[in-house]
Structures are given as C-alpha cells and as structure tokens.
C-alpha cells in the first residue's frame, strides 16, 4: 500500500500453487495504522486465493487474533494460527 512514494502498508504471501496460500505477515506503518490498509490487503489476499482450500496465517502475538477474526479468519485448533477455509470438502 502507496502513499504517493511512501510505503505505507506491505503483506506476503506464499502459496503452494494449488491449495494453500500462507500469509506471512501483513504490517502497517504506525502513523498510518487505523485506516483499514491491513483489512484491504487482506481482502485482496482472500480474493485472490478463494479458490485454494486455505488461507492461513501464522500468529507470533496472539494478541492480533481478533483482528483476523474480524477478517473470516478462524483460530486453528492448536492456537498457533488463524485459517480460511474456503472449500467445503469433507
């Protein structure tokens, strides 16, 4: 995310190509911070892989999982992560 020349928003993200999209971290520049430039990104992420079986994003501060939670984002059973399952397969 631009503003003019300055970078003020920056997510990555590593797929497998084929079912599994990992967000490695999703960071705003403080002073921009409250303006939805994470939830943005995001859903750009999400549109961009709704067609894998998971999204998933590994949490380091537990404390961010509300904010993904917000997002669609489920916390994953062991508490490391949060995931979008997007397909229905069982």
Excluded at 42 to 58: A, C, G, P, R, T
Excluded at 69 to 86: P, S
């Amino acid at each position: 995310a631009w503003d003019g020349d300055l970078l003020v928003g920056l997510a990555r993200v590593l797929d497998d190509k084929a079912m599994m999209a990992y967000i490695n971290y999703v960071l705003v520049r403080p002073s921009y911070q409250g303006q939805r430039i994470a939830t943005n990104m995001l859903n750009i992420i999400k549109e961009k892989y709704k067609d894998y079986l998971y999204i998933e994003v590994m949490l380091e501060d537990k404390g961010k999982l509300p904010f993904y939670e917000k997002n669609g984002f489920k916390e994953m059973c062991d508490g490391t992560g949060a995931l979008i399952r997007n397909l229905d397969i069982k």
